[in-house]
């Protein structure tokens, strides 16, 4: 059965970071794009980041740009997301994805993601 496990979420004042991490059951996910999303209750799941297969294509959610990274490594089927300078409104359930989306900065935004993980809960302190 495909899978995708997340983990490191948690409890962290405004300004720490998190790193989180995405691990995949099968080696076909080393050719997929890979991206996170992130929802709050009432609110529509949003999009936070994303990488293509090749790892040198990403995009970002303007609310996360310059303060989130996100990798991977092909080898270990893993994507994680470092999450520096964290604010109160990054509170949310984080879910990793994988499918065909991308590769351009659009595509890896609003293209299909056909596998979902359980989500991890990040929460922000103020």
């Known amino acids: 059965q495909v899978q995708l496990v997340e983990s490191g979420g948690g409890l962290v004042q405004a300004g720490g970071s998190l790193r989180l991490s995405c691990a995949a059951s099968e080696r076909t996910f080393r050719t997929y794009t890979r991206g996170w999303f992130r929802q709050t209750p009432g609110k529509e799941r949003e999009f936070v980041a994303a990488?293509?297969?090749?790892?040198?294509?990403?995009n970002y959610a303007d609310s996360v740009k310059g303060r989130f990274t996100i990798s991977r490594d092909n080898a270990k089927n893993t994507v994680s997301l470092q999450m520096n300078s964290l604010k109160p409104e990054d509170t949310a359930v984080y879910y990793c994805?994988?499918?065909?989306?991308?590769?351009?900065?659009?595509?890896?935004?609003?293209?299909?993601?056909?596998?979902w993980g359980q989500g991890t809960q990040v929460t922000v302190s103020s």
């Open positions: 990488i293509a297969w090749s790892g040198v294509s990403t």
């Open positions: 994805a994988a499918g065909a989306a991308g590769p351009s900065p659009y595509g890896l935004k609003y293209g299909r993601y056909d596998y």
